[in-house]
């Protein structure tokens, strides 16, 4: 039952696997919930990744693929013959099977439908690009019974359950998914699978030509929401984009000024010359942006940053943070391979890696 409009080669974001497990129309063929409990050593998924095994076996998201997955989607038609959840445990050590050498715990559930509530408070959250919480709890006893709850950010203060709100606030800071186990005898109810809901990072491009539109559609791939602004209508256009990208048509750094530039947003500027770079830049400047990043030589850097300096719009420290010339140091040569290194430099600084020398290709 995949997406009519969607092209069969591009990967689901878990976001949408949310999103289809809220669906009422996709409720009533939905065969199972996979979800990875706990993932130790070298493994293809991590936990809290999860699919939706639909009843003619396509799968809406992916726990590693591979075996692994195969293997993971036998056991939950079977499980879904006996209306039983399950855990299974997946060994990664060697023929005939995978060799990454870790180890998978995936909680198999072939009753998704008693969940929708839930699902539905977790995908709506992230539509609107709120936070929250995501609970899990699977108690292990004669049967396994599993249960789903959601919790919205407003509400974490007056949380007084289980896990304690201390730990709660660290998954959310940790921004990773967290498995709480009862220690035995202790009373408390199996294990919980906590995961954090945080709005999608949303991409800013400044500049609707070729790199642009390279850059917005790498983005869309990695799950980004992405938001173009050009002053030409012939470029600004939103055929030339991936679906749900949103176009803004109007002057660059205007457009720029209006928007609320949040530590969840990252902005590239790639617009067709020095000028408008400059002004788009200056809009940016000294506001809470995760990211910003500037196409050019170094020579176009250099004077971009004297320029912004004689006018008093920046000092040199605010200048040091802007990523220019932006992308990693890939080789890139054509504008997709441009285009990657750009949202390569971002995912390096959006997961907080050290970020290796930039690309030195001019525009």
Known sequence: MRDPHRPAWLPWQPREVLAALARTDVQPHAAAVLLVLGAEGSTPAKAGTKALLLSDRTLVGTVGGGLVEAEACRRALEAGQRQQAEVVQMSLHGPPGPVCGGRMRILIDPLPQRHRGAWAQAAACLEQRSAGLLFTRVVHGTATEVEVSF????????????????????????????LFAGAAGSGLPGEVLVEPLLPAPRLVIAGAGHVGQAVAAVAHLVGMDVVVIDDRPEFAHPQRFPPETQVRLGPIAQELAGLDLDAATYVVIVTRNHRLDAEALGACLGRPAAYVGMIGSR?????????????????????????????????????????????????????????????????
């Open 151 to 178: 919790l919205g950010l407003p509400d974490l203060e007056r949380w007084t359950g289980w896990p304690p709100i201390e730990e709660l606030r660290s998954v959310m800071a940790a921004e990773q998914p967290r």
């Open 299 to 363: 020579r176009k850097v250099a004077e971009v940053r004297d320029q912004l300096l004689a006018e008093g719009r920046t000092s040199p420290e605010e200048f040091d943070r802007v990523h220019a010339p932006i992308g990693l140091d890939l080789g890139a040569v054509t504008v997709p391979e441009i285009a990657v290194s750009i949202i390569a430099e971002i995912i390096a600084a959006r997961r907080r890696r050290t970020r290796p020398q930039a690309r030195k290709a001019d525009r």
